[in-house]
């Protein structure tokens, strides 16, 4: 039988937006335990009073706020972000030559000095993502490939994280609802060690790059 505080927290889970809003302070906690006495006494299948859910829902937005300042001060100054225009992604099936295309697509452009290109392997497909001027030795390279989907008009923004982020639960969650909470969608993610490139759409651009340096 679960306790009054798991359902509670399970519950708040099921909502980010109502996560952020206890981390925030900015929730009325009587108010939302009224709302939540029905649902918490259905999973925890016993009869549960209104002051437990109050105490509960207050512990619980006490560890949010702690949790939340923890990842605030990764950012102590605004981070440094790096921007490419012009991208273009296409998502090809898997198949046994499509490492083969990869190599190909490499040795074709290695003679050139600044190009983009990310590879992501999946385990049904694998994602090209590179500049628009890499599209006709992608055709050709992958030609033969079945293409599921292609996705034109994109950017990309590659956050530096600090040192010790990785440490951190819940850093890429902190980056990904600042954008989320503004309805910015995030096409592609790729992340190395210490960096997250977010693969967005030119038309907003603007605003994720206003968003996150304020992560500050």
């Known amino acids: 039988m679960l306790t009054v505080p798991e359902v509670v927290e399970a519950v708040v889970r099921r909502s980010p ?19 939540m006495v029905p649902q918490v006494r259905e999973e925890a299948m016993k009869n549960v009073r209104e002051g437990a859910v109050i105490m509960a829902i207050s512990r619980l937005a006490s560890e949010l706020r702690r949790r939340n300042e923890i990842r ?30 990869q190599k190909d697509l490499l040795d074709r452009i290695s003679s050139r000095r600044d190009y983009f290109v990310t590879f992501t392997h999946g385990v049904y497909e694998m994602t090209v993502i590179a500049g628009r001027d890499l599209d006709e030795p992608i055709r050709t390279a992958f030609k033969g490939e079945r293409l599921l989907a292609r996705i034109e008009s994109l950017s ?12 951190v639960p819940g ?5 990904l609802k600042a954008l989320a909470w503004v309805r910015i969608n995030v096409v592609e993610v ?3 060690l210490n960096e997250l490139t977010l693969i967005i759409a030119d038309a907003d651009m603007d605003r994720a790059f206003a968003v996150l340096k304020r992560l500050a």
């Open 171 to 175: 850093i890429y969650s902190y980056i």
């Open 72 to 101: 605030k001060g990764f950012f102590a100054a605004a981070p440094d972000l790096l921007v490419r225009s012009g991208l273009i992604e296409m998502t090809f099936a898997f198949s046994e030559t499509l490492v083969r295309c």
């Open 17 to 35: 937006y109502l996560e952020d809003a206890l981390a925030q302070g900015i929730v009325n906690v009587s108010s939302l335990a009224r709302r």
């Open 156 to 167: 990309a923004v590659t956050v530096k994280l600090p040192q010790g982020s990785t440490e």
């Open 190 to 192: 790729v992340s190395t």
